[in-house]
């Protein structure tokens, strides 16, 4: 279900969870007690990038809910 180790960052851990789709990878993420990310600032955003291995992943944005709305899994 995973494929990296875990990164500590403040109070949050970052790990990169298995998902051909969108869905998929947020089960995988729930599975094991998270979600996909939600990026709050840009300086989280540069260290997702810093120490991301992989060229694409899914993050915590989507219109599942309702077509062409967009919103964090956060709220």
Do not use: K
């Not at 500590?8 to 007690?33: C, F, H, K, M």
């Not at 979600?35 to 840009?42: C, E, M, R, S």
């Not at 989280?44 to 060229?55: A, K, Y």
């Amino acid at each position: 279900m995973t494929s990296s180790s875990p990164n500590i960052r403040g109070n949050s851990i970052y790990t990169i969870v298995d998902g051909p789709a969108w869905t998929q990878a947020e089960a995988n993420a729930n599975a094991l007690g998270g979600h996909l990310v939600t990026i709050n600032d840009a300086e989280e955003n540069e260290w997702i990038g810093d120490n991301n291995p992989n060229e694409d992943l899914w993050i915590g944005f989507s219109d599942s809910s309702s077509e062409g709305d967009w919103q964090w899994i956060d709220g």
